[in-house]
């Protein structure tokens, strides 16, 4: 069942309780805003990977979008990949 309202998910793409693979087909289902950050090479403790000790602060981006949820602004849907470098890069 797709979720009605706006989400947002922040995992790894080695995830082996979440597969990457079902999250995306989940956003791709979506009637609603998704928002989905990936962490290259993390598992879903969300540790071992250069991608979470490099890039964005991953609890940060969850508190981020809340308070903008809070704050009344319109979620936008997001596919975005940290990089084993830090770097962040979108796909939609």
């Known amino acids: ?26 956003a791709r289902r979506s009637p609603s805003p998704t928002s989905v950050t990936l962490y290259t090479g993390a598992r879903h403790s969300m540790t071992e990977a250069s991608s979470v000790a490099s ?19 319109t979620p936008v849907s997001e596919d975005l990949l940290v990089l084993p470098s830090g770097e962040v890069t979108g796909t939609r």
């Open 1 to 26: 069942m797709p979720v009605p309202v706006p989400w947002q998910i922040v995992g790894g793409t080695a995830d082996d309780l979440s597969p990457s693979s079902w999250v995306h087909e989940m």
């Open 55 to 73: 890039g964005p602060g991953w609890r940060t981006l969850q508190v981020e979008w809340l308070h903008d949820r809070l704050r009344g602004r």
